[in-house]
């Protein structure tokens, strides 16, 4: 008599319209989709919204007097490995009107790289889990990628030509390239 072993169970593969249906029924919950496979993430606390909130009033005073494309903030999500199975979050993200024109939308998630990413870092977030995605943002087309870190008052800064630059809140955070004209001194990032 023969034995049969069964097959162990296949995964079912999401994609970015499976996790939109997920994120519509299950708000204020955040989610990431990782080659098929959802990824939830604690909410991030009242500081991680501060600390937002401040970076987003710099960038509105900016974009009144430079009007060269979009600033997103909430968690925009981007597929970014060329398919539908992976969706990134970003806490921030700027995309030049030449990269995604101002008439044009995209709904759901995006598929154009932004040129500048901002991640704030929570206490839940792990090292290598802030290294993978700051490569992934970095593979998928991203020019520059900020990463404050509220607990040391320091931000990196990571270009797409692999220059990683450590600031300290006494030091001045600047737009390079991406965000011409674009400064402000590290410490008014944390509110100080």
């Known amino acids: ?13 999401l994609t970015g ?17 990782i080659e098929g496979e959802l990824k939830e993430y ?10 937002e909130f401040l970076i987003v009033e710099l960038f509105a005073a900016y974009k ?9 903030v909430g968690e925009a999500g981007f597929y970014t490995r ?26 759901g998630y995006g598929r154009i790289a932004p040129e500048l990413v901002v991640e704030i870092v929570s206490p839940s977030n792990s090292a290598d889990e802030m290294e993978e995605k700051i ?29 990683i630059t450590i600031l300290n809140a006494e030091d ?5 390239n991406v965000l011409p004209g674009f400064s402000v001194a590290v410490r008014e990032l944390f509110g100080e």
């Open 135 to 163: 490569q992934e943002w970095l593979r998928f087309g991203a020019l520059l990628v900020w990463v404050a870190y509220p607990k040391t008052r320091r931000v990196h800064v990571y270009t797409h030509e692999g220059q």
């Open 1 to 13: 008599m023969d034995i049969i072993i069964p097959a162990p169970p296949t995964k079912t593969l």
């Open 17 to 33: 319209d499976d996790l939109l249906l997920i994120e519509a029924q299950q708000p204020g919950k955040l989610f990431e989709l």
């Open 172 to 176: 001045t955070l600047t737009g390079g």
């Open 82 to 107: 060329g398919d539908n199975k992976t969706v990134r979050m970003a806490d921030m993200a700027f995309i030049s009107y030449a990269r995604m024109p101002a008439e044009k939308k995209e709904p």
């Open 42 to 51: 604690p909410v991030p606390g009242i500081d991680h919204s501060e600390y």
């Open 64 to 72: 009144k007097q430079n009007k060269i494309g979009r600033f997103l």
